[in-house]
């Protein structure tokens, strides 16, 4: 094989196997990882305490929070309450981080979820899978209105050329 001809051949192979890999290190589609914020939030847990010093609540052991068809698990949830005290700001979880929505699944050490803006930030030792394909990194961010998000972090794609 001449060198012109392995060179295009090379060339090829890269595009080839470059373009998904491109893509799942830029903005990443996430389909079924989508929410509406406005749905409610069921929290289950193992016990359940409240701070009225911090306005916040933590949820331990097992703890299963849903919205919609979006389901988070993790061994435990502080979840913080809005200044006036009308609804949640925020919810914190750390210990075996789940979410789910669909297809997509997504593992991490620490999630936070901004109810209002619906953004989830996962951190440590992330795992997302759609699919076949998985891609992990440090940091994920997830867009739930519109089911962007980013993933940075020594990042590394696992997937199947020519499918998902």
Do not use: C
């Not at 990443?28 to 289950?44: Q, S, Y």
Request: charge should be negative; aromatic fraction near 6%.
């Amino acid at each position: 094989m001449g060198f012109p001809r392995m060179f295009r051949l090379a060339a090829l192979l890269a595009l080839v196997l470059a373009t998904p890999i491109f893509a799942q290190q830029g903005n990443i589609d996430f389909g079924g990882l989508r929410a509406d914020p406005k749905l409610p939030v069921e929290v289950t847990a193992d016990s359940f305490a409240v701070d009225q010093a911090t306005n916040s609540a933590t949820f331990s052991g097992e703890v299963r929070i849903s919205q919609g068809d979006m389901v988070i698990t993790a061994g435990e949830v502080t979840i913080e309450y809005a200044e006036d005290g009308k609804g949640i700001k925020q919810l914190i979880a750390s210990g075996g981080v789940l979410l789910k929505a669909g297809n997509d699944a997504a593992q991490a050490q620490t999630a936070t979820y901004l109810i209002d803006t619906a953004q989830v930030t996962l951190t440590g030792d992330v795992i997302l899978t759609q699919g076949s394909a998985a891609i992990s990194g440090q940091t994920l961010v997830v867009n739930l209105s519109d089911g962007t998000g980013r993933i940075e972090g020594r990042v590394t794609t696992t997937f199947l050329p020519g499918g998902n």
